[in-house]
């Protein structure tokens, strides 16, 4: 076995990111990246994460995991004083590689759950000078400015392709939240008949600690409400403490896990 880098950028990662491992026929046997992320908001407690991603036969997965983790290591240190978690994202079904994982010392306890939302029984009314507008995204530019908003403020789970597959649903709504005349957040729903989901939402620093996404949460359910839904979900991630916190105040009751998070603590 022996591992590589590509000549060039490789699915939009630099190629010192990328790793490639090959038999001894020159045969590609695994392949995978990492990528630094800088999250204080949605993980205070350590903000700075770097994931990783790896595929293909287990003949060269030590090998590949093991090159992944040292590049890992050196992205974090370039925030040394900050703490710090290494990790990546499998299937809840694959235990094979949960136990490879396990056996190489990563902590396997946190997971993406799917939780089911209560939907208003009233009108939900916003907090005093706050007001919603529907997002314009009728041009690939506003498309893209909306992206760079949600990618700015740590939301990282919505693409370009993403993005185009839930505005071809029944319930697809991208609102805005306005507060004292500017921009406070927004948030952005799908779904087809009578159920939908919250994908994804933010709110910007300055608004933050005021209730204000728990508010946009509820009134975003109501005005689904009002379109026929009767059972809207969404998925947290049981560590971060602010999404627990905003899973009690919406009365979420889980419902399905639907990723596990392996990492290592730095």
């Known amino acids: 076995m022996k591992l590589s880098h590509p000549n060039t950028y490789w699915n939009g990662q630099p190629p010192e990111n990328v790793f490639f491992v090959s038999d001894d026929l020159d045969n590609q046997v695994s392949s995978g990246y990492v990528v630094y992320q800088y999250l204080p908001h949605l993980y205070p407690d350590r903000p700075v994460n770097v994931f990783f991603q790896a595929e293909g036969e287990r003949s060269g997965q030590a090998m590949l995991f093991g090159a992944l983790i040292a590049r890992a290591r050196q992205l974090r240190d370039t925030n040394p004083g900050e703490q710090a978690r290494i990790y990546t994202c499998i299937d809840p079904q694959d235990q094979a590689l949960i136990d490879f994982y396990s056996h190489s010392g990563m902590n396997c306890s946190e997971k993406e759950v799917a939780m089911q939302l209560e939907i208003p029984q009233g009108e939900v009314h916003l907090p005093l000078g706050c007001s919603t507008e529907l997002t314009p995204l009728y041009m690939p530019d506003q498309q893209v400015a909306f992206l760079d908003r949600l990618h700015q403020n740590d939301v990282s789970g919505v693409d370009a392709t993403f993005l185009m597959r839930l505005m071809r649903t029944e319930h697809f709504h991208a609102v805005g939240l306005f507060c004292e005349g500017r921009l406070a957040g927004e948030m952005l729903v799908a779904g087809n008949d009578a159920q939908a989901?919250?994908?994804?939402?933010?709110?910007?620093?300055?608004?933050?600690?005021?209730?204000?996404?728990?508010?946009?949460?509820?009134?975003?359910?109501?005005?689904?409400?009002?379109?026929?839904?009767?059972?809207?979900?969404?998925?947290?991630?049981?560590?971060?403490?602010?999404?627990?916190?905003?899973?009690?105040?919406?009365?979420?009751?889980?419902?399905?896990?639907?990723?596990?998070?392996?990492?290592?603590?730095?």
């Not at 994908?199 to 009134?219: D, K, S």
């Not at 359910?221 to 999404?243: C, H, K, M």
């Not at 627990?244 to 009751?253: C, N, P």
């Open 197 to 266: 989901e919250l994908i994804a939402f933010y709110v910007v620093p300055e608004f933050r600690r005021r209730g204000l996404g728990t508010a946009l949460c509820r009134w975003s359910l109501w005005a689904l409400s009002l379109e026929g839904v009767r059972s809207a979900g969404a998925r947290f991630v049981t560590r971060s403490l602010p999404q627990k916190a905003l899973s009690k105040a919406l009365g979420a009751r889980e419902a399905a896990v639907t990723a596990v998070f392996p990492q290592l603590f730095m």
